[in-house]
């Protein structure tokens, strides 16, 4: 059982919008933060948006703050990310990160394999 999945990737015109979605599979147990993650050819992964999964209290980096908006739903387990008002520069494989414990005692992280996003000027 693959224990995440993404989906929502694609390509698009600046300007436009595009909403990723990161089902987490029953396995995985206790999760208290979901996140996005993303990198560009040549670039470091950098954090996207996290998301504490109990409280809701979400971070953006300052690139997509104001345009992108993290969210979960506890019940599925799943996170989104939806994404607007989309730059060529956020073009990257975007990633998803779950991490299961509690914020002072990480008991697992576990990443999805990746989603292309693409935006043409």
């Known amino acids: 059982q693959v224990p995440l999945v993404e989906s929502g990737g694609g390509s ?3 300007g436009g919008s595009l909403r990723l979605s ?3 599979s029953g396995s995985i147990q206790g999760i208290y933060a979901m996140g996005w993650y993303r990198q560009a050819p040549g670039k470091e992964r950098e954090l996207v948006a996290l998301i504490a999964t ?3 209290t979400a971070n953006y980096a300052l690139s997509v703050k104001g345009r992108f908006t993290i969210s979960a739903d506890s019940d599925k387990n799943t996170a989104y990310l ?3 008002s989309l730059k060529p520069e956020d ?3 975007y990633s998803c990160n779950v991490l299961t414990g509690t914020s002072s005692i990480r008991t697992g992280s576990y990443w999805g394999r990746g989603t292309q996003v693409t935006v043409s000027s």
């Open 54 to 56: 109990p409280s809701g």
């Open 91 to 93: 073009t990257a494989v």
């Open 22 to 24: 990161c089902a987490a």
């Open 12 to 14: 698009v015109q600046a």
């Open 82 to 84: 939806q994404m607007n």
